[in-house]
């Protein structure tokens, strides 16, 4: 393996009404590849959910992987899913999540994958 990759998932539960905004989510994913100091190469692509399964997908190709948000309107849950070579500041994108959302660590589930040297 000749690099590294990082890969965190924030599963954040009790969320504000930005779970069903298309725009504000693709606004979200822009500023959120900024907060992790890379860039846009695709997207954000945004599509709503089927009356089943309402809320928003929304993702993002960038310069060192991608990043994806799933919201759920009727569990008022949204999934954010980062994978990157590039190390990146986790805790950073963690407040910035949180903020967005409106919620903190009561309400904040992290799961953190990591390989390399």
Known sequence: ?????????FDL?????KIADVS?????MRDLVGKVN???LHGPV???????????T??????????????FTKHNEALIDIFSCKEFDKESAKRFCQDFFGVDDSNTR???VWWGD
Request: with cysteine.
């Open 110 to 112: 992290l799961k953190e």
């Open 1 to 9: 393996m000749n690099s590294k990759r990082f890969h965190i998932i």
């Open 24 to 28: 504000a989510i693709e606004s979200f």
């Open 58 to 71: 929304c993702f993002v190709i960038i310069d060192f992987s991608h990043i994806s948000i799933h919201t």
């Open 13 to 17: 539960s009790n969320i504000n009404q």
């Open 38 to 40: 890379m860039s846009i």
């Open 46 to 56: 945004a599509v709503e959910g089927i009356p089943e399964n309402p809320g928003v």
